[in-house]
């Protein structure tokens, strides 16, 4: 089991189970009554999934044609991934990969998925990224700067992947067309 203290951290794990064979997916949200039990949960995930296996005993079940499983947690979210072989877990329980969906919070949502050139990567869901288009929009048009600052902290505190990449540009062009419409004199703080 992967402790990811940073959301950076999660995203890059997550990243490198799916790139390496692991197919199906099951996502846990811890609620909020049973958060000062997390170590027993974890700890039960860790004893059902055998999550904690080294590379040896890995490569020996994935001989064998058993399927190895691991999971990564990040504050009250746990993702549990499995690759291909026989299994000990419930017919449908997982999920084949196509896109991970994961909510991160009530405001930050990330979806996993492979891109054009067939390498996974990440991006924010359609709701939490027009929340910030909305966020940088009310702050423009009031000429409001520490909200304006504010959230392009939190912005540039996203992990980097080519997913929020390409989300960043389509902001930053949607940020330059708002700030020539109001004509503020914002151009010192945007650059």
Do not use: C
Request: cysteine-free.
């Amino acid at each position: 089991m992967k402790k990811a203290e940073a959301l950076n951290e999660f995203v890059q794990q997550t990243i490198k189970y799916i790139g390496s064979g692991y197919k199906y997916y099951k996502v846990v949200k811890i609620p909020y009554h049973k958060r000062t039990k997390i170590a027993k949960i974890l700890e039960k995930i860790e004893n059902q999934y055998h999550t904690s296996l080294s590379r040896g005993k890995r490569q020996y079940r994935r001989k064998k044609g058993l399927a190895n499983y691991g999971a990564i947690n990040f504050r009250d979210t746990i993702v549990i991934l499995r690759t291909s072989g026989e299994h000990t877990d419930k017919e449908k329980e997982f999920k084949i990969f196509k896109n991970l969906t994961v909510e991160i919070s009530e405001y930050l949502t990330l979806i996993f998925f492979k891109n054009e050139y067939k390498r996974v990567t990440v991006r924010l869901d359609r709701l939490t990224f027009r929340r910030f288009k909305e966020d940088f929009y009310i702050a423009i048009k009031n000429n409001n700067g520490r909200n304006y600052n504010t959230l392009k902290k939190m912005w540039l505190n996203l992990p980097r992947f080519k997913g929020i990449g390409v989300q960043g540009s389509i902001l930053h062009n949607f940020i330059k067309d708002n700030l020539k419409e109001f004509k503020r004199e914002w151009r010192a703080l945007y650059n």
